[in-house]
């Protein structure tokens, strides 16, 4: 008998080149580094000529996706010449081109310069917490500056936030309250203070990026709906709320006639008593051959629904829950950062819900009602007018939101999300509480009672901010100038002049104007934070975080994010959110967050919402099952 290689293999003996290349390439598992490695890799991970940061090295980076921030190791980076370069043009020869970097980490690839930064821990761990109270400041007065006017400087889509952030942070670093921390800061390498710079200005980087980059934020996205308005504002309630009534009442008007029509069930109304009966022989009588044409219609539609409505509906699940590579999913991605810091609003909170809702379990409950209304029609003209009525019903909330009347330019809808990153960069929970910023900032509670005059004094102060707003030494000479110049115009009744330097309310909804009538400016665009704009106070903690070289600093406070390996297949993430929904893991942790700050109103409101949110997503689960059983159901019964 012959025997073949095939069967004895021989074991191959792989080289450790081999072996180690795949390793650090496509690592299985990913330890977290410590405090000192991150330190490590801020202080030596980049290189001086081409300012890359090296392979092995920690640094933290944006999938584009979920809007977080992730900690990971480098495991490759590759240089890319532009495509505007010509390696054939004999002007280039013996030249190098301006190489694009990109980086591997984990297995998320080629990740360009834009998507990476230093890690926060090590950064913290170098020049201690005050640069992020100062970026919690900066980000007030961003806001305040920020205006929704067109062809104004000052406009949301004119001004550079980046530029904006850089000179107030220059200008903090040489102020003279904040010596201590210009002469750390100016020890350090200098690719160790861009790692600095960089890194806190990534919200004002993100909030230039939404209204310049048209390929990652393209708002023409059409799974934009009047909801997602909604969610984004808090405003609009009146349109969203009619348009879900217009959704829910027409499929619960077509199922009541098509019940009070069927012939295959019995529908009747005695004693202020609703019965609903049918014999199995009854519901699956086939009726003549007009009837059997119209089965077969209704088989057709059904086939429709499998191979478009539930992979459609599937999808549009993932872009609204997941972290899609969609504008609409990035959206919903960072107002769900915003959830779950609890910075939002009741209305807005009721938005995001409702934008959820109306695009999960209503749309999975609206199909699985027509399919049953297709089950009790006949009539062949009936069966398509009512499938098309299901898909009208189903994309209104879009429809409107992509009319000319609603938002044309879409610059709404632009604003609106750059007012969800302040919201989600600037901790408002944090912030408001003189013992969350403490403890937060790393800030001695009796420094912050030396500085404020009080231990409970906080940041977010009505009155006080309302003074300090037109106070003028809490403002920059430009600053001072413009408004000197707008209270001027307004004194001799140039409304033209007076709309340039100063900054009017703009509201988006009709109900935030007529508020805003009555003295609440905080309801208007770019006017969320207007309680936090205690410029007096500010300026008296922007310095009392200890430093690390200052005897006081405990580097154990400094906390260091978990890492994981597999950051790109955010699917799988997905797949573990349902089964932490289903099991009702997110409404423990949901409401152990909102108790431990406190906000046990917001708890209760969490409590409900998780069975509403374990009913959607279970009508997930259970709508591609009833949809395949329709199929089967037909040619069995009729």
Not at 88 to 107: K, V
Request: hydrophobic share 40%; with cysteine.
């Amino acid at each position: 008998m012959k025997i073949s290689v095939e069967d004895h293999p021989i074991e191959k003996e792989w080289s450790d080149a081999v072996i180690q290349d795949i390793d650090s390439l496509f690592p299985e598992v990913e330890s977290s580094p410590t405090l000192q490695v991150l330190k490590t890799s801020v202080l030596t991970g980049v290189e001086k000529e081409t300012r890359a940061y090296k392979k092995g090295c920690w640094i933290e980076f944006w999938n584009g996706v979920d809007m977080i921030w992730h900690l990971g190791k480098v495991s490759r980076v590759t240089k890319v010449a532009p495509d505007s370069w010509d390696w054939s043009d004999p002007d280039n020869e013996g030249l190098e081109p301006d190489y694009e970097l990109f980086y591997d980490i984990g297995r998320a690839f080629m990740l360009g310069e834009n998507f990476v930064r230093a890690p926060s821990a090590g950064l913290k761990a170098i020049f201690g917490l005050r640069p992020w109270v100062f970026q919690q400041y900066s980000l007030l007065k961003l806001e305040e500056k920020l205006r929704f006017q067109h062809y104004h400087r000052d406009d949301f889509m004119q001004i550079d936030s980046q530029q904006f952030f850089l000179d107030m942070f220059d200008e903090w670093v040489k102020h003279n309250e904040n010596a201590d921390f210009e002469s750390l800061y100016e020890i350090c390498d200098p690719l160790v203070r861009e790692q600095l710079r960089n890194h806190l200005a990534t919200p004002f980087e993100l909030m230039d990026r939404i209204t310049e980059d048209d390929e990652i934020w393209d708002f023409e996205d059409e799974d934009i709906s009047i909801y997602t308005y909604f969610s984004v504002f808090g405003s609009s309630s009146f349109f969203a709320l009619i348009t879900a009534g217009v959704q829910v009442g027409i499929p619960v008007l077509l199922l009541i006639n098509s019940m009070q029509n069927s012939e295959h069930i019995n529908v009747e109304y005695i004693d202020n008593t609703l019965s609903i009966h049918a014999t199995w022989d009854q519901f699956c009588s086939s009726g003549d051959n007009g009837k059997m044409i119209g089965r077969l219609l209704i088989m057709s539609v059904v086939m429709m629904y499998i191979i478009t409505v539930v992979p459609d509906n599937l999808t549009k699940f993932y872009r609204n829950a997941g972290s899609a590579d969609t504008t609409y999913s990035r959206i919903n991605s960072l107002r769900a950062v915003v959830w779950n810091q609890g910075d939002d609003t009741i209305l807005q909170q009721m938005g995001f819900k409702c934008e959820r809702y109306m695009n999960t379990a209503y749309v999975c409950l609206l199909y699985m009602i027509m399919l049953f209304i297709l089950f009790n029609t006949v009539d062949v003209l009936d069966i398509i007018l009512n499938a098309l009525a299901c898909e009208f019903v189903h994309q209104l909330d879009e429809k409107i939101a992509h009319s000319d009347w609603w938002d044309s330019d879409l610059r709404y809808i632009q604003a609106g999300t750059q007012q969800l990153v302040l919201q989600a960069f600037v901790r408002l929970r944090v912030i408001e509480s003189p013992r969350n910023f403490c403890k937060y900032f790393h800030i001695d509670p009796k420094d912050y009672e030396s500085a404020l005059g009080s231990r409970t004094a906080s940041l977010r102060d009505k009155r006080v901010a309302r003074r300090d707003e037109s106070d003028q030494q809490w403002m920059t000479e430009a600053e001072a100038s413009e408004r000197e110049r707008g209270e001027y115009a307004r004194h001799i009744g140039n409304d033209s002049a007076e709309e340039y330097y100063k900054k009017l309310p703009h509201y988006y909804g009709v109900k935030e104007w007529v508020m805003g009538k009555f003295g609440v400016n905080s309801v208007a665009m770019f006017e969320r934070t207007r309680e936090f704009r205690t410029w007096s106070r500010w300026n008296a903690v922007l310095y009392l975080s200890k430093l690390p070289n200052h005897p006081e600093f405990d580097p154990s406070a400094i906390k260091v994010s978990k890492s994981k390996t597999d950051y790109s297949v955010s699917v799988l993430d997905f797949f573990l959110e349902i089964v932490q929904v289903l099991t009702f893991y997110k409404l423990f942790v949901n409401v152990y967050r909102a108790l431990k700050l406190h906000q046990y109103a917001r708890a209760l409101f969490l409590l409900f919402d998780s069975v509403l949110n374990w009913i959607a997503y279970l009508m997930q689960v259970i709508f591609p099952i009833f949809i395949i059983t329709g199929l089967w159901f037909i040619p069995f019964c009729f």
